[in-house]
């Protein structure tokens, strides 16, 4: 090589060299690469699940979601059910915010309060519109009563409300890109479709945090991902592709982790048109699917079949086995076919979005499997905007491909989706009985009648194929030798960060 | 000279005006507006509740009053606010803007100086052997799609480059000058490829043409060195048609600016701009295209003026 070449170019790689060193300073920081930007991390302005899992972060919820999907504490130390609208929280006394200062219960009620103010507006004002009031008993104490009784509160108290410092609004207006709450981590910079930075909070009322510093990067491109986790410019990075995973699996500094998400794929058949008006057909088609083929071919083995439950909400989950057609059984397909009148099957279009390439591929061999009973699907990929819009807009669709976080109360599986007069019943199912045990599962507090109802509601919707329910997700968290103690939460959440250690 | 320049220049608010309308309309006619996006999926809000958003955000004025809003806004320097992040536009696409700039700078020296480089190489050895080689370059570097030179340089710097060129996100707006072009590289280079293939190509031609002229054959005949009557005599006259190209080709970075800036992670106006598109989120759309627009124009302005300078029979009046 020629000196004039050698010369410049040894030199940059020392230079660069002298700044990758420079910059490994002496601070643990953790590097975690996600493909979707947050978009802002009000708490009162989370409208996907990636802000969620921020906003759980950031600003700690009264109850959290453990590995099981359960609820246990996390600001409230314990909780009573006074009658059946009366809950009575009681909080930590040790809990400080970022910026200072103790948390009361009047923080809570403010919280609470401005979520559901019309003015903000917040997506997530929805789960909290059941509660008539918030009462502050003391500082550590606060009642929240509800409008009539209403069980899935809890769910909606814990997944859409973050504790806020009411002192963070008032400097900045909105928290989209600042704020206090009382995590382990304090949010220090977002920039958007870049980066969100956080550092250790060092009077967290939980274990002290193990790392100095944690960085988020919004990687959308997963081999990008892929490549910046294998250099070790980022030290975590999820997925939700098992293919992408898969050369993973094969590299020894890395460990793949995975669990079943409580995000399933729902075929949704228009009860408003010909012929999936009949319940025969959409049942024929849950028996001509293969479920265990598609968490093969698609999932490579990591997904499980999933009922209007997912599986991982061990709590409510039905086994598939008790539910219809969960075996792949071509002749009743063809026999319900033939008995609705449509013996040689028909022809439709099944609109997917390319924002889940995942989706479009089960669509794939759905497509395939649906063929052998002669029903002939054309495939139509839509950009997620366009897909809402026929989705929850205007119910324009034969049939539909979705996967959505189903976490939470099983109330988000039934009720938003199948009760007769909800705007989110978008394939129009109408059962008076359904709608019935939805209302009887809302005012049921006590645990056991709820599981009873929960039971009686996933057979029948699967009985009917209200909807088809394929799989369950699952979700990867793949992370570096030196990271320990790492825990994949199935809703992806963070909680455990204060846990988490960096030995380099 | 200058009253052509200050015609051009004029010539660019029709223009904008008609860009702004078109702007407006086209990501309207997107089924689906931002409200219907950040409500997501698993929101349950009264189609009253949504219609107040849309109330909140402005989006329930008629079109004509939103274009006038908006031109009146542009007078004051106001490109209104991101309808779903708050923030005002302005700064947001300067701050991006900047960014997006280090790479198509990188790739409009590193392609330009590249390609007529190589062209000039390839004129001198026409019809040699050598010239194989240079047109198996220009044959992989004008066909091979840019996602693809992208991830493989993305490879090549993590595996055998490791820490030289970061592979994610961009340099921070207080880094220095060689931090921002550390970041910029490899997406810059990427671009500068096919930029680099086309612009050798078209010098060759031009160099080609002009070698065969009878001034240049009297350079050589005067007995001046072959590099003199290459550089000096040829080189320049064969400008004009690069010129041209590299104005065009300017063109086409912005375009690929949205392919690289996805595979290297790098918050540029080309992410802006496709999360813009897939929030419906207008008024930080339509000022990406405005300024695109404007730049182009100035661009081109720019290169027609340079003829001027290139060949002194070209008068501007």
Redesign the interface.
């Known amino acids: 090589m020629p000196r004039f070449v050698k010369t410049p170019m040894f030199a940059?790689?020392a230079l660069?060299?002298v700044?990758?060193i420079g910059s490994a300073a002496a601070q643990k920081t953790l590097r975690i690469?996600i493909d979707v930007?947050p978009?802002?991390l009000d708490p009162a302005q989370m409208?996907?699940m990636e802000a969620h899992r921020f906003v759980a972060l950031i600003y700690p919820t009264l109850l959290k979601y453990d590995a099981q999907l359960r609820l246990v504490p996390h600001l409230a130390t314990s909780f009573e059910i006074l009658d059946d609208r009366t809950y009575e929280f009681t909080l930590r006394d040790d809990v400080m915010f970022h910026h200072g200062r103790l948390m009361v219960a009047d923080d809570v009620k403010f919280s609470i309060e401005r979520i559901l103010d019309?003015?903000v507006?917040s997506?997530?004002?929805?789960e909290l519109e059941p509660i008539e009031e918030v009462v502050v008993v003391d500082d550590h104490t606060v009642r929240i009563i509800t409008k009539e009784p209403f069980a899935p509160i809890l769910h909606g108290l814990t997944f859409g409300l973050g504790i806020h410092a009411p002192e963070s609004v008032e400097e900045f207006g909105?928290l989209?890109f600042f704020g206090s709450g009382t995590g382990p981590f304090r949010l220090v910079e977002y920039?958007?479709?870049?980066?969100v930075i956080l550092e250790r909070f060092d009077d967290y009322f939980g274990p002290a945090p193990l790392l100095d510093r944690v960085e988020y990067?919004?990687?959308?491109?997963a081999?990008?991902r892929t490549?910046?986790l294998?250099?070790?410019?980022?030290d975590v990075a999820r997925y939700d592709d098992a293919k992408a995973v898969a050369p993973l699996r094969r590299d020894a500094n890395l460990t793949v982790d995975y669990v079943g998400a409580p995000r399933i794929l729902h075929y949704h058949l228009n009860h408003r048109r010909a012929p999936f008006d009949d319940a025969r057909v959409r049942l024929a088609m849950s028996c001509a699917i293969d479920r265990e083929a598609i968490a093969q071919l698609v999932f490579l083995g990591d997904a499980l079949p999933s009922g209007p439950i997912p599986p991982s909400m061990t709590d409510w989950a039905l086994p598939t086995d008790e539910m219809p057609c969960y075996t792949r059984d071509l002749d009743r397909a063809r026999e319900l076919l033939a008995e609705a009148g449509y013996p040689d099957g028909f022809a439709s279009t099944m609109v997917g979005t390319t924002r889940f390439p995942v989706d479009i591929e089960v669509g794939q061999v759905m497509k395939e499997q649906l063929a052998e009973v002669g029903i002939e699907m054309e495939i139509e990929q839509v950009?997620?905007?366009?897909l809402?819009?026929?989705?929850?807009?205007r119910f324009d669709f034969d049939t539909l491909l979705?996967t959505?976080?189903t976490g939470r109360d099983p109330d988000?599986n039934f009720g938003?989706r199948f009760e007769s007069t909800?705007?989110?019943n978008a394939v129009g199912y109408d059962n008076p009985e359904v709608d019935d045990l939805i209302a009887r599962s809302r005012t049921t507090i006590d645990f056991d009648t709820r599981w009873e109802i929960f039971r009686d509601l996933q057979l029948i919707i699967t009985e009917e194929s209200a909807k088809i329910f394929v799989v369950e997700y699952p979700y990867y968290e793949v992370y570096r030798d030196e990271v320990v103690n790492w825990v994949t939460h199935p809703m992806g959440m963070h909680y455990h960060l204060d846990q988490v250690d960096l030995q380099r | 000279m200058l009253t052509f320049t200050v015609r051009r220049l004029l010539a660019i608010i029709p223009l904008m005006l008609g860009v702004i309308l078109i702007t407006m309309l086209l990501p309207r006619l997107i089924p689906g507006d931002v409200v219907t996006i950040m409500l997501g999926s698993e929101s349950v809000v009264s189609p009253q509740r949504a219609d107040e958003m849309r109330r909140l955000l402005g989006l329930d004025r008629s079109i004509p009053q939103q274009y006038w809003d908006y031109l009146t806004g542009l007078v004051r320097g106001d490109m209104g606010r991101s309808l779903r992040t708050g923030q005002p536009v302005g700064p947001l696409i300067v701050d991006r803007f900047m960014l997006s700039f280090y790479i198509s700078m990188l790739a409009i020296v590193l392609g330009t100086v590249g390609g007529v480089t190589l062209g000039v190489i390839a004129a001198r050895y026409r019809r040699t052997r050598a010239d194989l080689f240079f047109r198996i370059f220009n044959l992989i570097g004008l066909s091979v799609p840019r996602f693809w030179v992208a991830t493989l340089l993305l490879l090549a710097a993590t595996f055998y480059l490791a820490g030289t060129f970061p592979t994610v996100g961009a340099a921070r707006a207080d880094a220095s000058f060689l931090e921002r072009m550390r970041y910029a590289f490899l997406p810059g280079l990427t671009l500068a490829i096919p930029v680099a293939a086309v612009l050798a190509r078209i010098t060759q031609t031009a160099m080609a043409e002009v070698l065969a002229q009878d001034y240049v054959r009297v350079a050589h005949a005067k007995g001046l060195a072959r590099r003199v009557v290459f550089v000096k005599h040829a080189l320049r006259n064969a400008l004009i048609p690069v010129v041209t190209e590299v104005g065009l080709q300017t063109g086409f970075i912005f375009g690929g600016i949205v392919e690289v800036e996805v595979v290297f992670s790098y918050p540029g106006v080309g992410q802006l701009a496709l999360n813009a598109i897939s929030q419906r989120d207008y008024p930080v759309l339509q000022g990406v295209l405005l300024v695109i627009t404007v730049l182009f124009a100035l661009i081109n302005l720019i290169v027609d003026l340079s003829y001027a300078w290139l060949d002194p029979r070209i008068r501007y009046e």
């Open positions: 940059a790689i660069a060299l700044m990758a690469g930007d978009i802002n409208s996907h019309p003015e507006p997506p997530e004002a929805f909105d989209r920039i958007p479709d870049s980066i990067h919004i990687i959308p491109d081999p990008a490549t910046a294998r250099a070790g410019d980022i950009e997620w905007g366009d809402l819009d026929l989705w929850i807009t979705i959505s976080f988000a938003r909800s705007t989110r």
